[in-house]
């Protein structure tokens, strides 16, 4: 997601938009969104200065971590971040960017990407585990069958 930053007006405003998952690179194994991830910002600007708070909505396609079984599970996720213009070479001090400038995104002037923050939400709210319910009962660990379903065939069957 792109933001022209002659677009963004001094002090606070709002920006909504839909974004396609594939334009901001999720491609996570296991999981797939479903449609668009809608996007929605506060911006507050003070000259090349932005701080950007921003709520997303996205439906994961996942597959449950104890039955195997594909679900769909909705996201809402917040996130923030902090953006000011890259200093010029003539500016910057002889060692570059320092560590400390970590948390900032820098821009040029012209354009704020901000597609790795989108990103990067979604990944880490996504579950390690991915679970249909909390209360899965998940497979059989002999026969395979889905205890979801019912008991299975191997019920009662002494483990030998």
């Known amino acids: ?15 909504e938009a839909e974004v396609p998952a594939q334009s901001v690179g999720i491609q996570a194994q296991d999981v797939e969104l479903e449609g668009p991830i809608r996007v929605a910002l506060s911006l507050d600007r003070r000259g090349d200065e932005i701080w950007i708070r921003g709520t997303l909505h996205a439906i994961a396609l996942q597959q449950c971590s104890r039955c195997l079984v594909d679900f769909s599970q909705i996201l809402e996720l ?13 500016t910057m001090s002889p060692k ?12 040029d002037g012209h354009v704020l990407s901000i597609d790795s923050e989108i990103r990067e939400s979604v990944l880490l709210g996504l579950p390690m585990r991915p679970l249909c319910r909390e209360s899965c009962a ?21 483990a030998g």
């Open 1 to 15: 997601m792109e933001l022209k930053l002659h677009e963004i007006e001094e002090g606070q405003s709002r920006v």
């Open 78 to 90: 917040e996130f923030e971040v902090f953006c000011a213009k890259l200093p010029s070479a003539r």
């Open 96 to 107: 570059g960017l320092d560590e400390e400038d970590g948390g900032v995104h820098f821009h």
């Open 138 to 158: 998940g497979l059989c660990p002999r026969c395979g069958e889905d205890r979801n379903l019912g008991a299975c065939r191997c019920v009662g069957v002494a």
